[in-house]
């Protein structure tokens, strides 16, 4: 099990020249705006949710077709990418504080745009991103990178057409019945708390579904 998640890494070692170039571009667009929120989580963010890349991967090469051949169960194989996924938090929750930590020796710390409010938005962000990779795994497990795409976007889209029906049929967007200033206050307090309940949650029922959609998938 291990070896599998070396393997994944090995995949993000192999993509450094293109963080290396996306983390220039979002420093520079950062400089531009005076807000260095993006520099900071741009790579971070994108190391997280690389585990789906891997997903991409493992299916060019066919890699199940000889990791199955391994004295593996299934389960330790969905195991050990859910186990992945958690290094690869770690190391993006490392490197955004390096990336804030550098930014901030190198510009003044008073300068506009730099605030220590930006590392509680890089745990939501990563914490979010976490939710994502827990709604992908099982449907990528379940029907292949190529159809989990029209599957997702299927989802998207119905939720959309919800949303705009109750928008339209349903009073709930004015201020008269929501409190969006509570709401605000509420997400700023208790936003980071809320959003880790929500994704612990999430991410065992994901493991679950995984493990489940993995054990009756047929190669």
Not at 212 to 217: E, G, N, T
Request: net charge positive; glycine share 6%; proline share 2%.
């Amino acid at each position: 099990m291990r070896g599998l998640i070396i393997k994944d890494i090995l995949f993000i070692k192999n993509t450094w020249k293109n963080l290396l170039i996306i983390f220039i571009g979002s420093l520079l667009l950062s400089i531009a705006l005076g807000n260095y929120l993006l520099a900071i989580c741009s790579v971070p963010i994108i190391l997280l949710t690389s585990g789906i890349n891997t997903f991409q991967t493992d299916e060019f090469y066919n890699t199940d077709a000889y990791t199955l051949s391994y004295p593996l169960s299934r389960r330790k194989i969905v195991t050990s990418k859910y186990l992945f996924t958690l290094v690869m938090m770690l190391i993006s929750t490392y490197i955004g504080l390096m990336i804030y930590a550098s930014i901030n020796v190198v510009i003044n710390p008073g300068v506009r745009g730099l605030n220590t409010d930006m590392l509680k938005q890089l745990l939501m962000l990563e914490i979010s991103s976490l939710l994502v990779d827990a709604i992908f795994y099982p449907i990528i497990y379940k029907y292949g990178c190529e159809k989990s795409k029209f599957v997702l976007m299927s989802i998207v889209m119905l939720l959309l057409g919800v949303g705009s029906i109750l928008s339209v049929y349903i009073n709930i967007f004015k201020k008269a019945t929501v409190n969006f200033e509570g709401i605000i206050t509420f997400i700023d307090n208790y936003g980071l708390i809320s959003l880790t309940i929500l994704v612990i949650v999430a991410s065992l029922i994901s493991y679950g579904l995984s493990i489940l959609a993995y054990r009756h998938k047929d190669f």
